[in-house]
């Protein structure tokens, strides 16, 4: 499954290279700051068949550096700066070797994974200047929006240059949410860990709990049992249900055709009450624990038919509006090698004709697999729309499979012996956003070392920007929704 | 008759004032219910206006008279507007002043005073919905003088209160093909003036796609309350102004207290009408893309110049 390889700092990118050209992705950079040496894990994954490889590297922990990866892959550039701004390690020969994750206000030198950062400090003086590339020419001047919006939705600061109405850049600013969770993490007991993994993106509690599980699984060696698998793929099922009606709603909304949201929204109260009854939460919540799942109730197989018959009717009234139809194409294409180039996931690669789903390339259960992926090549905002009106219909449908193997109550595996696992492990789950990956290590005495979760909006921000090139300006917000990236899951 | 035209006009201003919150109210009531949601209720927009008035007034640090005197100018030229429009009675006091030139100045005057009030906040989002604002103003004024001009040729005046009793006098006018084509210019005309759907999206929270409301993002306090009323006022006139152009009947034509009774009464029941049907004709739109707007515009106006042409060529029997 996953294998492991020590490497010397100068044979990295040579290393890295193979792995890529031989159809691996980067899924994961993380630094870890041991008593002897900062390790770096970059875990390179494929599938299927399921294959996960971890490259281990040792720094010089009084100067920690390391050759850039960012001119062979995209996300790695980006895992760099994240760390450069988190760790404080030294990227060498990075091509755009400016801040991230960093916060404007943050004192210089502070590093907040570092061992020595201590608690946080006060705001202190800006670092340097941080300026925006300025965009001139004749009539062309600058929109800034956020972070702070009209609406309530995250914080996120958007820098249009703009000629008209046509965008010519966009660059966005996200990282006013850092909640220092990697952190949190560390020290906690595994069980605790759990209510946090459920919190890093709001609306992917099942999908961060369920990667979180499946690593810390694999570190202490715990056999899952079937019917627990099963419950785990149809919570997973589930949560990706009702993120996509309500978002193929508010698709609506945003070109003024609120009745369907207003539909929409009554649907996905629907299953949030559905998903109440399953777990006793609404947001599904305390279904995936550390060891199998608990379930209270299974969820009704009319109620699942008539609500799809429901979310049918929604799509099929949003497509045959001709003004809503003419909205939605052609609006902010993201084409195939771009999203490829960038490394997207999720409904936003499958809806610019790239198959990517871990429950294909990485399955955690051997039930359950969709039958079939939805995918289109369009890469517009319609594309998007139909890749998850289709993956609704999927979900059903598995749903539908899932439920004669699963049993409610408490389903958990036995208890592993002392040291049955290797003491790290990696959870990789296709949430409804795109895959996740999540790391975790282990001490001892069991309590977390190390935990790094990666949500698919990491990879997939990057893409808005390149997709909205010469879209005009109020088409964003639609845009915007249709790739619905998360901003709490980017900014941990 | 001097008595009753003055009482006309009071109660045509005083259910004007009174009633476009509650038009706003009621349109958007019945949105909401056909939408299957619950709803604010009727009064809300006046529940929202002393909500408002109770705020202390904020300007923006670099603003000028452009930006302060805007929304009282919006709110007095909408008041006069009311004023002016034949909706009550054709025969008032200031029935000479009513002309249809006067009319879509005044409406201009209001627009323009909130597009500059939009640029001298300086900031991205007034000059955005400044800018949008007046794309759509530069089309939509036209259409609006075309159209009531296309009335006005059998009528032989550009005469607000003349055309309409023309057309009290003879209803064969409004259901000739220049009548017809001029209802549907103007319907349109009066969609973009008023900001309702398909081209602007009233109840929208996402600033990058306003055009009203990112004009007037800046506004707070009592200054909102009047930019509000004042587009309140306007739907209100429009839509006032739509129901005596084409279905003129019941509107006062003499000086008698009881006709204008009557008249007031029907022209409430006519523009809350005019009001549902189309807010419940919103429900099934969606909103154009912007570079589509122009092309609804331009079409509105194609109408009206057809409108015209055929009031010439066909208005022989005149």
Redesign the interface.
Known sequence: MRTVHDVHTAELPKRAETLLRDGHRLALVAAHHDADAVRLVYLFVSGPPDTRIELHVRLDPVRPEVPSLAHLSFPAGRFEREMHDLHGIVPLDHPLPRRLVRHFHWPKGWYPMHPDAGDPPAFGEQEGPYPFLEVTGDGV?????GPV????IEPGHFRFSVVG?TILKLKARLWFVHKGIERLFQGRSVAAGLPLAERISGDTAVGHALAYCLAVEEAIGTAVPEQAQCARALLLELERLHNHVADLGML?N??????LN??AQ?IREQLLRLNHTVTGHRLLRGGVVPGGSALHTLPGRTRLEAIGEDIREIVRLALR?S??H??FTGTAILRTEAARDIGCLGYVARASGLAQDARIAHPHTPHGHPANVPMHTGGDVLARFLVRAEEIDASLALIRQLRDCVATGAVLGPPPAAGAGPGSGVGLVEGWRGTIATRVELAADGTLTRVKPVDPSFFNWPALPVALNDT???????TNKSFNLSYAGNDL | MNTVGYTAIALQVGAVAAGAPLLTGLMRQT?AL????AGAGLLQPWRDMRKLLRKEPITPVGTGPAFRWAPPLLVATSLVLAVLVPLVSTVTPVHARADLIVVVALLALGTLALALAGLDTGT??G??GASREMTIAALVEPTILMSVFALSIPAGSTNLPVIVAGAVDQPARLTSPAGLLAIAALSVAVLAESGR??VD?P???????MVHEAMV?EYAGPDLALVEFGAQLRLAVLLGLLASLFAPWGIATSASLTAVLLALLLVVLKVALLGMALAAAE??????????VPELLAGSFLLALLAVTASYFLGGER
């Open positions: 001047y600058e929109i800034p929006v919006h009209a609406g309530l109405e609506c945003d070109v003024g055709y609120g009745i207003a539909h009554r509006h003004t809503v003419d909205r005009i300006v109020p088409d964003f917000p639609l | 949105r056909l939408e299957g949601r991205a989002f000059g955005m759907l398909p999206n109840s929208t929270h996402l600033e990058l796609t993002l429900v099934f739109w969606a909103k154009l893309r912007l570079f589509r």
